[in-house]
């Protein structure tokens, strides 16, 4: 018979018991141990917080908006400290300022509010984000003495930032309506299962959810539990260990590993990346629909993409998305260019040639990159038919995705990341125009081919994303260019790192899978009864307990 005692000797012997130091820490803040969807804690926590939302809130609504926003904030604390007061502060600003724009009738005036606004949140944004960047470009550059910074990365500050933006530039196009008071704003901002990672979420799209009737149906439940579970499997199963157990290891000092082992750990790096955000976002997802919230879908299968353009469809939707709309858009998209549009590239390709310049004695190679890229990029436009709108288009799309791996760090990695990826984008454009037989999926062995050669080019800009820095991420490359044909070697490497390769492989055909079966998984669980559910549920937070190497690694996107 189960009896209480047993179930506290159980819990004594499997976790050890609890003491009031323990249980004070909890409610603290420690930048080693951050409130991760992962983590023990967090479902402990969780699972308090939504028995009173679910029994005793669910029919109330400031009420319920207050006590979301009340566990939001603790959940900001326990990632980022005091810098929760950073949101609370940004947020009344921005509140205070989408309120001026919408009572404002002159356009001219507004105008000047918006750009107080942008200026406010990408400068706070750039503080925190890229000053000691800057300081060390600028001492590079001209020999100065700056000395860095000791700045604080507020855990996922670009997401809430860009929330933010998108909330105020509505509300000056006219698109939505501001919220009836700051409570409703300030719980669209700090929504939790979103506010450190994403998805972004666009406040037309979430806004009028606030105001909905609470309704959460059984399938609800079951789509909500399907994607946690799934969400924590890639996450803690796959990515975590992979990462702690080969990638990290030789992208740290890839000199040291073999070309076999750095071509691997790119691959690794890929489908880490993917679980360890995809599998975020997922978490993200189910426990809004558990709150009865509906976050937009923030990833499908991206590496099945048959092209560049198809992956940005596929990839952080809800980032893709917002620069589409935010970004390129404002700065002419596909019908003008603008200074900035030209600009940014214009900056990138000099940098690039001065790059191959200054290395010329050490080797020819950097400034034929440099030389062959510019020729690509003007070619990608030259060769059209509409060559002032594709030179537009193209130049507006470079300095979209340039600024995107801006986004993702300060350095000199991340700029070439998105510049591959834009320069693809540019090319991808062309190809279509001069070959339109070959359109997305015209037969099974062009698609199988377009779907490998996308894929590796992805795995090849992400060698950039993962490198500490450009220097690193150029030795890992020149490590793998040195590839030799040595099956008795790689063997030995893969029966070593034995485990991290069949969680990759496993890692893969989840990946790959056709939907069809993914459909039939899902139909299953969901005819699996409640009481099943809960039990997987709890089984795969044990496996994530059981498994838990070097404690709960925190989200790749955290650091973003």
Not at 33 to 57: M, P
Not at 93 to 105: E, M
Not at 335 to 349: D, K, M, V
Not at 409 to 420: D, K, N, T, Y
Request: with cysteine.
């Amino acid at each position: 018979m189960i009896t209480i005692d047993r179930i506290n000797n159980w819990f004594v012997q499997n976790f050890g018991a609890v003491t009031l130091e323990e249980a004070k820490s909890w409610f603290i803040y420690n930048p080693e141990e951050k409130l991760l969807f992962n983590t023990g804690l967090f479902l402990g926590l969780f699972l308090v917080f939504y028995f009173v939302y679910g029994f005793f809130l669910r029919k109330t609504f400031y009420l319920r908006l207050t006590y979301v926003i009340l566990f939001s904030l603790f959940f900001y604390y326990k990632s980022s400290g005091v810098y929760f007061l950073l949101l609370l502060l940004s947020s009344v600003v921005d509140y205070g300022l989408s309120q001026i724009i919408y009572n404002t009738a002159k356009d001219s005036t507004k105008k000047v509010y918006l750009v107080i606004s942008v200026i406010l949140n990408l400068g706070l944004l750039g503080y925190f984000k890229y000053m000691n960047f800057m300081i060390v470009t600028y001492n590079d550059m001209f020999n100065g003495h700056f000395e860095l910074h000791n700045v604080f990365l507020p855990v996922g500050i670009s997401f809430y930032t860009f929330q933010s933006m998108s909330y105020i530039i509505e509300i000056y196009r006219e698109e939505i309506k501001p919220t009836k008071n700051y409570i409703e704003y300030l719980f669209f901002v700090s929504f939790f299962p979103q506010l450190v990672a994403g998805p972004i979420v666009r406040a037309k799209d979430f806004l009028p959810q606030i105001y909905q009737k609470l309704n959460l149906t059984r399938q609800d439940v079951n789509n909500a539990l399907f994607l946690i579970i799934g969400g924590l499997i890639k996450k803690t199963v796959i990515s975590n260990y992979i990462s702690i157990n080969f990638v990290d290891r030789v992208f740290d000092t890839p000199m040291t590993y073999t070309s076999f082992e750095n071509l691997m750990a790119s691959y690794g790096y890929a489908i880490q990346i993917y679980c360890d955000f995809s599998g975020y976002s997922d978490m993200a997802i189910g426990i809004a629909l558990l709150l009865g919230f509906k976050l937009p879908t923030n990833f499908r299968t991206p590496y099945k993409s048959v092209s560049i353009t198809d992956f940005w469809r596929r990839w952080h939707i809800s980032l893709s998305t917002w620069l589409k709309d935010f970004l390129y858009i404002s700065i002419g998209g596909n019908r003008e260019g603008s200074f900035a549009g030209f600009l940014f590239p214009s900056l990138f390709f000099f940098g690039l040639l001065l790059w191959g310049i200054t290395n010329i004695n050490t080797s020819i190679i950097p400034l034929a990159i440099a030389i062959g890229s510019i020729i690509v990029f003007c070619l990608s436009f030259l060769l059209s038919k509409k060559k002032n709108q594709t030179l537009v288009t193209n130049f507006n799309l470079f300095t979209t995705m340039l600024l995107g791996g801006l986004w993702h760090g300060a350095g000199a990695q991340f700029i070439v990341w998105g510049a591959l990826h834009g320069l693809a984008l540019a090319v991808h454009k062309i190809f279509m125009e001069l070959f339109p037989s070959k359109k997305e999926g015209a037969s099974w062995l062009w698609k199988f081919f377009s779907i490998v050669i996308t894929f590796h080019f992805v795995v090849f800009c992400w060698i950039f994303f993962r490198a500490r820095d450009f220097e690193t991420a150029l030795q890992v490359i020149n490590n793998i260019g040195q590839l030799t044909f040595e099956p008795e070697n790689w063997k030995t490497i893969v029966l070593g790192y034995k485990n991290v390769f069949l969680l990759m492989l496993f890692g893969y055909v989840w990946h790959f899978l056709p939907e069809v079966i993914t459909e039939k998984m899902k139909w299953v669980f969901d005819n699996t009864p409640l009481l099943l559910k809960a039990v997987i549920l709890g089984f795969v937070y044990w496996i994530v307990y059981a498994t838990a190497v070097a404690g709960s690694q925190p989200f790749i996107y955290f650091q973003f």
